[in-house]
Each structure stands twice: as C-alpha cells, then as structure tokens.
C-alpha cells in the first residue's frame, strides 16, 4: 500500500501503521478526500519520538496533540502552555523545542527575547513562543522579566490582554496588547513560579541512559521530512477547527477544574482524530493530572501535603504542636528541618497555616493542656485538606 509519507508506525506493540492515508470522500456529498486525523497524529508522534528518550510512554502523543492544537488555537478559550523540566542541563529539552518548530504553527524559537519584541510579535500575528532557558526570567528580578512573566500568565486565555503606558508626561495613551498565544517553556526544575505550572502540561525530561537511542538531529534533513507530516498536520486542522473549537469532551473522571480547562482543546482534537486516539489521550490527561497533583505547588501545600501523612500514619484527630515539629524536622527530603535557613518554629508553622484557615487550639493531652492542630471541625486541617489536597485513593484491605 502506498502512503503520503512511505514511514509506518509502531506504538507501545501496536500493529504497524502505515503513514497519511486518505479517506474516501462521500459522493453525495461531493466533498474532496479528507485526511485520516488519527493517522496524521500517529505520523507526528512517530517523527517527534525518533528525536527524544521520553521518560513515559504518554509524552509523544500529549506533544502531538499540543502541537496539532497551535493550528486551531483561535478557536479554543484557552491554550495550555507546555513545561519541558529538567533536574539538570543536557537532559533533551531544546531538542523537543528544535522538532516542535517543524510541527507547530509560525514558530517563534527564543532564547532572551525583550519584552517589546516578544509583546509585538506576539500582538502583530499568531505565533507560537518556543522558549528556552526560560527559567532565567523568573530567576532575577527585574521589569522586564515581570514584563515577560505578565505576557506568559496572561497569554493562556484568548480574551486576555496586556495594558502599558506610551508616551510621554504630556500624552500619555494606555496601549493594549492581545498576548494570546501557544507557549512552550524549556527551563530547570523549579526555576517556575506556581502561576506558569498551574496553566501547564509539564513533562520532566531525564539524560538518556547510554543504551537509549535517537536519531541525530540535521537541521537540514529534519526541515525536508517534516514537510509532508506539518502540511498534513495543518490541512486536517484546517478541517476540523470549528468541530474542535466546539466540542466539550467528557473528561476521564475526577478531572476538574483548570486541569480539565488545560486538557479540554487536546481531549477535543483526540476525539476528532477518532481511531486509538479519544483513549490513549485520556490515559495520558490521567497520567499528567495525576504527576502534577502529586507535586506540591508552594510550601503551603506541601505543608499540608506532609501534615496529612503525619496524622494519617499515626490515625490521629489532633496533634501537639512540639510533636508535629519533631515528625517533620525528622521527614526524609523536607525542607522543614532548614526552612529558609532555619527549622520550622511554631511560630513559621502557624503563619502558614493561617493562610489556608488552619489554627491552633488548645486542648487537653496527658494530662494537661497543650496547644496543637486538630483534623476536624472550626479551623481543623480536614477543611483544607479537601480544598488544596487531591483526594486520598485508599487501597483496598
């Protein structure tokens, strides 16, 4: 069988299949032939995963629907930024970025644009931002860093805009600037703030083993095979914006709230593509919801995070504050034994626990009174817990 491409792909011990195909048009209906979605997908996510060791199996195809995404991104409300994370340099993340310009739509691939350029640029015509290193801006203070942290916050939502000053002291206009656009953030693990990752799709890259494989990236080789897989890509999309702009997929259970906002428009194009991808991009949305809810987002919830495993160890309703400093000065990989530059104190514990509605009470313990931290009612921990914990799965007896 003869195919668009002349590749096949093999997936997770799937059966080969071969490259672009066409669909037979329907007579009647006198339309002309309409690529296969699912198909153009699976030659995305064969060509992307020949360049990167991916650390999981739902990597490549998550990539292939974000980039498929940037080619119908007008007509979703919101566009979620893609995170490429690394504990350390040389673990993949400009490669990804270095293939994604061959598949995503007007590619803008920066290092250290200015905020003006990147602002115009992205306010002139539809891009997408692919940048790297680009932990560095919230790393160091500075107006234009807030500059760009303003442009990359804001651009998730298609109605939003960024107002600044022009002008002079004595004709001073507001000038606005629609920052809508797709963003791909290559940076170290950390160098983030909560307002990026919260509105992000985050895969932790890894440094190859020695034993895994890619294929070397050649520029110019890389810009000719591309070609037919971006056409087809951008074509399909083509076709099927409006029906994907529309769509209000189901989401696989208890994907809520911004994550189900972040994985609506790739759920809504998995669902056009139709063939194996409406499941395996459900497994993936599960995959990535569930690795970003099992990391802390601030120390606040981390916070929380490790009260519930204190009290649930121990099946406590309430504990002394001397003892829940002790358990966790004593956790493994906690900062709370040098919270910035100090052990947590009861004085640290109560101030960031104010914050989610958790105070202290006096009760009676051994004897006496001590004062502490209790599970339920007025104040209690529970209440927070259900608000800024992902629920507890219990395993069966």
Known sequence: MSTATGTTATHHGEAERPGLRLLTPDTDMGAGPQLDGARVLDDVWEFLARFSAFPHEYCAPML???????????????????????????SGKTRVLEVAQYLVKSPEMTFSASPAALFRMVSSAPI????????????????????LRAL????????????????????????????????????????MPATITTRAITINLRRRRREERVDAFRERLVAIESAPIREALADWMTSVGEQVGTATPVMPEGVTD??????????????????????????????????????????????????RTLFG???ADRMSTVEILLALHELDESPWA??????????AL???????GVSAKAFKHNGGTVKGYVVHG????????????????????
């Not at 139709?274 to 599960?286: I, L, Y």
């Not at 209440?383 to 069966?396: F, V």
């Open 152 to 191: 990359l916050n804001a651009g998730y939502k298609r109605s939003a805009t960024v107002a600044r000053c022009k002008g002079d002291a004595n004709n001073m206009v507001v000038e606005r600037f629609a920052v809508y656009a797709p963003a791909a953030l290559a940076g170290i693990a950390g160098g």
């Open 350 to 356: 109560s101030a960031e626990l104010r914050a989610y």
């Open 378 to 397: 007025e104040n209690g921990l529970a209440d927070a817990w259900s608000r800024y914990l992902p629920a507890e799965h219990k395993g069966e007896n």
């Open 258 to 307: 911004r994550p189900a906002e972040i994985w609506e428009p790739l759920l809504a194009i998995a669902d056009a593509a139709g063939g194996h991808w409406p499941e395996t991009a459900r497994a993936a949305c599960r995959y990535f919801v569930a690795e970003a809810t099992a990391v802390p987002v601030s120390d606040g919830v981390r916070l929380l995070s490790d009260l």
């Open 338 to 347: 040098d919270f910035h530059g100090k052990p947590l104190n009861a004085r």
């Open 128 to 147: 997408t931002i692919l940048f790297d290193e680009v932990d560095a801006i919230f790393t160091k203070m500075g107006s234009g860093n807030e500059d």
């Open 64 to 90: 292939a629907l974000w980039y498929a995404h940037t080619w119908a991104v007008e007509q979703f409300y919101v566009t979620p930024r893609l995170v490429l994370s690394s504990a350390e340099p040389g």
């Open 313 to 315: 160890e121990r099946h």
